[in-house]
């Protein structure tokens, strides 16, 4: 018979062991103890989600935030599923929501504070303690406030975990907080023409616009479908369903084009000219609401006037339209007037000139329809009351002194009321003007992909004394900071009451599922611990719990009186004024269809139409879009989310790729014009692009490497936007402005001017450097090489 | 090595009778303390046994690589391998991530750990690890050996770690770790497949 001995070991071994036990070690590993034989749980397979504890909670795979149900069971999380009892989204989540037990539960996932041990990019880390993390911050924020003064601290911040860490940086005196790219390269140009015109940021985070009522809507650029927050794509479809026709101005044939009645496919660039042929076009043709405007509205005449120039005939050929084309489609959304929904858009940073203009145009026509606070039209907030307590006293954050300010002293004059302007940060450090910045604190942004020009961003990085983040998972920017502190996910945390103000206003918590993993906290315990250590007095409550129940006191609720209905309650909603009690929120109490503010700062009070320069001699211009399982730059690597979209392709006309002989899913590189290269990208071959356009889906080709499943998949458009041209309002940063070439096979190819350009459009001016390096033939810069000095040590899988 | 340390390694040798591994001296407890991320100041018992294990077992040491690594080499090291790398974490050390191929943490893989850990009465101490980590399943096979529960210890070892570990194992070696984990890889491994060797019974 056999018998079962155990491996054999050496004396050496063995007393090398028992000098080791003695070395201050746990006996025995120190890992186990014996169990308590009392709670015994099944880990075995059962079915489904049967039997998990239900939490709700908010989602934050986006920024829509649906309401949640997240189902655990043994202390895992099993499911998520959209609460039954939220009136936006019912039990629906998207594919992003679903995937959060991917981000939860990814591998990749920063676990523990780090700190750098290599060279800045070089990505290598020493874990270390919290204390020791929080203490290198807050010594080096004294330091540099010391030594620069407090401006020197500046922080970029997105999101609902960047929150109070932000008050910190307030405390500390700096003014350079809330840059957010999600303003200044985002919303920034339709929030301010929104503002200014009807009096409320009809468009921001949320947006104010009544689909599921409207008669006929009007999207000019803006691809629902394709970018997906459940409830927005549900009111839409509800609208679509109801018989609401559809105009798509896009020189895309999107998703939403693909269900409209009429689809324009505008030369990029020339929106603003159909707009104001077409407000000039109801003026003409007397399809506006009289009363409406007559009551409502200031600056009639002047607009009359000044869009008296602005015909049909003229913009088909600057928008390269057909007139009867654009006539049926105005006819069209005037038929339905008043309910009529002119979408307002919310990504606006497209050619930095114009972009207000294009905004304020969309508003003009609403005014024009008398579609404000109607059914179908754009729709008042209704406000919606909760409590709320500052985690450090109002007086306690005074914006020291300054002889020359970053924020108010901008070339901008409505940027300071939003914050320092994203760009004017990189410079400042670049330049040390008005005065050095030398630290940055980052929390939820990616800032190598969203800050137009990463070279310019890795410049200012390098120059930093210090530079820390807050994050989930390693993008961009831990790979560059000095210490890495490890956020707790959306589903792990409390994070204050979200309350909806929309058309089935509702007020719900967000809550954790679970406790946080590994050694990663929620920001309301990072913020005030490193206030702490700083020794900034404030956050005078215990935790982000007692934070949530502070403000739901305020109206007579608790965590637990919300959870015992089901974790959201649902208010009435006030979104429709009679006439009588319309009330606009301008100083003059009126809709500005001239805009005297503007005016005053010697800017358009009436938008003009100002070309945007069309692609130079063998270029396309570079567009980009949404993809309905991603968000942004950041789930690329989720592991479900990967496996649906693992990369994003090239539109390229079908003449195009034809005269070129580029074949559909071929892999080519962009040249820019100035000669930046991208990563490698398969092309789609369609005739559903414009010839002089190109486009791809935004947030690929991270050059993490750091993010395993998405490190060099498809192409960055970030890294091809290296001409930027700043909107004159608020210094919002364009992002339509650059072109592209394709790279095959090492050869350059031009992209052929198949559709001419008006002489009343400038082409863009190729800087003379491109093309003598082109001449010369010196070696094109790539943007995936040289510029991260990357140690690629994985090894082949 | 002077006289008297010969005589007491001698005795020593002389005391354990027979050169099979004891309870209370297999390694299992080391390789799972050197599984976990390196605090001690004084890394040098580690390499130490990590030198005087590759002997027993045959697997080449180079003693020149043990010391001329730090401290701040091996947690560097350790955080590129297991915890978070630029090129992604090239060796997650959890079962999870192996076991049925799903890629991310506490799936299949960490349920079974710990329905083992249950079957034996024990259970992990408070940990920010998870508990299919592989620092928790050698220590649990140290414990098991010193229970003498040898059947629990053949399934915990052939029905659920080696459904992962060589796995691991060869995402370990592939990212070209330094020495210590290198061998440290290798003696797990060998440690693990060898426990238990059938051999024909004396009589």
């Known amino acids: ?797 | 090595m002077n006289d008297g340390s010969f005589i007491y390694l001698y005795l020593f040798n002389q005391i354990l009778a027979t050169r099979y591994i004891m309870p209370n001296q297999h390694p299992f407890f080391f390789l799972s303390a050197a599984f976990t991320y390196p605090e001690q100041a004084n890394i040098h018992p580690f390499f130490e046994i990590l030198a005087s294990l590759s002997a027993d077992l045959s697997i080449e040491f180079n003693h020149q690589a043990a010391d001329s690594t730090s401290l701040t080499d091996l947690q560097a090291e350790y955080v590129r391998l297991f915890i978070n790398s630029p090129a992604g974490v090239p060796a997650p050390p959890y079962a999870s991530i192996y076991i049925d191929n799903r890629g991310i943490l506490l799936q299949q893989g960490h349920d079974e750990a710990m329905s083992f850990y249950q079957a034996a009465g024990l259970e992990t101490i408070e940990s920010s690890e998870c508990e299919d980590h592989i620092a928790f399943e050698l220590a649990f096979i140290g414990h098991l050996i010193e229970d003498n529960r040898l059947d629990l210890l053949n399934k915990f070892i052939n029905e659920h770690v080696l459904k992962w570990y060589p796995a691991f194992s060869q995402r370990l070696q592939s990212a070209r770790p330094c020495h210590f984990y290198q061998v440290l890889g290798q003696i797990t491994g060998l440690c693990l497949q060898h426990i238990l060797i059938e051999e024909k019974a004396d009589e």
């Open chain 1, 1 to 797: 018979m056999n018998r079962r001995r155990f491996l054999k070991m050496s004396a050496a071994t063995a007393m090398a062991m028992a000098a080791f036990s003695l070395d201050g070690l746990p006996p025995k590993g120190g890992l186990f103890r014996v169990g308590q034989a009392l709670a015994r749980t099944n880990y075995g397979p059962a079915n489904g989600s049967m039997g998990a504890k239900e939490i709700t909670s908010v989602c934050e795979m986006c920024f829509w935030r649906c309401p949640i149900v997240t189902k655990v069971r043994n202390g895992k999380l099993i499911k998520i599923e959209g609460n039954p009892k939220s009136p936006v989204n019912g039990q629906r989540v998207c594919a992003r929501g679903n995937s959060g037990i991917q981000l939860l539960y990814d591998p990749d996932r920063i676990k523990y504070p780090m700190k750098r041990v290599g060279a800045r990019g070089e990505g290598k880390w020493a874990k270390i303690s919290w204390d020791e993390a929080l203490e290198e911050i807050a010594h080096n924020m004294n330091k540099v406030k010391k030594k620069y003064g407090p401006h020197a601290l500046a922080y970029f911040d997105h999101g609902a975990s960047a929150e109070n860490l932000r008050e910190v940086f307030m405390a500390m005196g700096t003014e350079n907080y809330t840059s957010e790219p999600a303003f200044f390269q985002c919303v920034g140009p339709a929030a301010l023409a929104y503002l200014e015109t009807v009096g409320y940021i009809a468009t921001g985070t949320r947006q104010y616009n009544d689909m599921p009522h409207a008669k006929a809507m009007l999207l000019v650029g803006s691809h629902i479908g394709e970018n997906v927050h459940v409830s927005h794509v549900r009111e839409f479809i509800e609208g679509l369903a109801a018989g609401s026709k559809l105009v798509v101005v896009d020189p895309r044939f999107s998703v939403a084009a693909g269900k409209a009645d009429i689809h324009l496919s505008i030369r990029p660039g020339t929106d603003t000219a159909l707009l104001l042929a077409w407000i000039n076009y109801v003026i003409q043709n007397n399809l506006y609401h009289k009363e409406f405007v007559a009551n409502t509205c200031q600056g009639f005449a002047d607009l009359k006037k000044e869009v008296k120039g602005y015909s049909l005939e003229w913009a088909a050929e600057i928008c390269d339209l057909k007139i009867a084309d654009m006539k049926a489609a105005i006819e069209m959304l005037a038929k339905a007037s008043p309910h009529v929904m002119i979408h307002p858009g919310r990504h606006s940073t497209w050619y930095g000139k114009g972009d207000v203009g294009r905004h304020q145009s969309y508003a003009i026509l609403s005014a024009l329809f008398g579609a404000v606070g109607v059914p179908g039209g754009l729709y008042f907030p209704t406000p919606v009351k909760v409590g709320h307590i500052d985690c450090v006293e109002e007086k306690s954050k005074t914006v020291a002194p300054v002889e020359v300010s970053l924020k108010e002293d901008s070339a901008y004059p409505f940027s300071a009321a939003f914050g320092t302007v994203t760009a004017d940060i990189i410079k400042a450090i670049n330049t040390s003007k008005p005065y050095p910045i030398r630290l940055l604190g980052v929390n939820g942004v990616n800032i190598m992909q969203t800050i137009p020009d990463p070279y310019e961003t890795m410049k200012a990085i390098k120059k930093l004394d210090f530079i820390f983040c807050e994050e989930m998972m390693a993008g961009e920017t831990a790979l560059w900071s000095d210490i890495i502190l490890p956020d707790a996910i959306y589903l792990e945390r409390y994070d204050g009451v979200y309350a909806y103000e929309g058309l089935t206003p509702y007020i719900t918590v967000r809550q954790p599922a679970l406790p946080p993993m590994y050694e990663a906290k929620p920001p309301y315990w990072i913020a005030k611990n490193l206030a702490r250590h700083l020794k900034i007095d404030g956050f005078p409550l215990p935790d982000a719990k007692a934070l949530v129940n502070h403000d739901l006191e305020a109206v007579n609720l608790s965590i637990n009186k919300l959870n015992k209905q089901g974790g959201i309650i649902s208010l009435p909603a006030n979104p429709y004024r009679t006439p009588e009690n319309l009330k606009i929120a301008t100083d003059s109490g009126k809709i500005k269809l001239s805009v005297a503010a503007f005016e005053d700062e010697d800017l358009d009070a009436i938008p003009k139409f100002q070309p945007a320069p069309a692609p130079p001699k063998g270029y396309a211009r570079l567009i980009y879009g949404r993809c309905p399982v991603h968000t942004f730059s950041r789930t690329m690597n989720n592991l479900w989310l990967n496996h649906e979209v693992p990369e994003n392709k090239l539109w390229l006309n079908d003449e195009i790729a034809r005269q070129l002989k580029i074949k559909n899913d071929e892999t080519v590189v962009l040249e820019n014009q100035s000669g930046k290269r991208s990563n490698p990208i398969k092309v789609l071959v369609t005739p559903g692009i414009r010839p002089d356009a190109v486009y791809m889906t935004h947030g690929f080709g991270s050059k993490s490497p750091h993010l395993s499943r998405a490190y060099g998949k498809g192409a960055a458009d970030g890294y091809m936007m290296t001409n930027t041209v700043e909107d004159p309002f608020m210094g919002a940063t364009s992002k339509r402005t650059n072109f592209v070439r394709i790279v095959k096979n090492k050869s350059i190819l031009d992209i052929p001017e198949i559709i001419p350009v008006p002489a009343a459009i400038p082409k863009f001016k190729l800087r003379k450097l491109a093309a003598d390096r082109q001449k010369a033939g010196v070696r094109p810069q790539y943007a995936s090489t040289g510029d991260f000095s990357i140690q690629e040590r994985r090894g082949g899988e």
